[in-house]
DNA sequence: GCGACAG
DNA sequence: ATCTTGTCGC
């Protein structure tokens, strides 16, 4: 039994965002992204723990020439409390707000957080990707789940990140002698496509520049509301 | 009970 | 995310 989840109404408790999950992660599909890339979104949350208040931004790049072409961003209280697992939920409202303020639909999106690397194989990645529908990349700075050996030292070399015998994500070395970041599906995307577009974003940073320019961009709101 | 634990 | 000083290296 699966639904769609309306996408402007979410859960108030754990149980009920529980069993989300459990229904979404059935909607979830892994495939080889097919057709040229020309557009890629990057979305990052930010929030003040003394505020209470919640930065959401989603930037869309030109994926040749790597520069911002639409914007959207949307500033509102709490909702949800962090748990681990759980982030889509807390950070779910605000992003979706702001991904509502773009007019330009991007072919791909990379979210700062875990894809299906997660503890039910659905991840803030793969959530929103999914009630967004477009193909997602999860890219997280730590784990979640899941066990891997270190990557060799070399952008570009990479390992396996295994869990519950699934191979959830490849540990990726986006720079040279920079610690590697996690990657892992989102939706409608499989692993090798995931990586090959992560590493075509990260020629000069250790996080890809959509995720890492949204960054900027909420810390950049936070600091113009609060100071 | 103990350790792990995206942002 | 937040708390926090200095510091090593491209």
Not at 27 to 41: K, Q
Request: charged share 25%; aromatic share 8%.
């Amino acid at each position: 039994m699966s639904r769609i989840f309306p996408p402007h109404s979410w859960p108030s408790g754990y149980h009920e965002a529980l069993r989300i999950q459990e229904d979404l992660v059935q909607r979830l599909r892994f495939e080889p992204l097919t057709g040229p890339v020309e557009t890629i979104g990057g979305v990052d949350i930010s929030y003040s723990k003394k505020s209470r208040r919640m930065y959401a931004a989603v930037l869309v790049f030109d994926y040749a020439r790597m520069q911002v072409i639409d914007e959207g961003t949307w500033i509102q209280d709490e909702t949800f409390p962090y748990i681990p697992g759980m982030l889509t939920f807390r950070e779910g409202p605000a992003a979706t707000r702001a991904m509502e303020k773009i007019s330009i639909r991007p072919d791909v999106m990379l979210f700062d957080g875990h894809g299906i690397a997660h503890p039910r194989f659905c991840g803030t990645a793969s959530h929103l990707g999914l009630i967004w529908g477009i193909p997602s990349i999860g890219v997280a700075k730590k784990k979640l789940v899941g066990e891997y050996t270190e990557p060799d030292p070399e952008a570009g070399s990479a390992t396996e990140l295994i869990y519950k015998d699934r191979v959830v994500g490849r540990v990726l070395r986006t720079r040279t002698n920079v610690k590697p970041v996690f990657v892992s599906q989102g939706n409608r995307i499989d692993l090798d496509s995931a990586v090959r577009v992560v590493l075509a974003c990260c020629s000069r940073h250790r996080l890809p520049e959509p995720t890492r320019r949204a960054h900027l961009r909420v810390n950049e709101l936070r600091r113009k509301a609060e100071g």
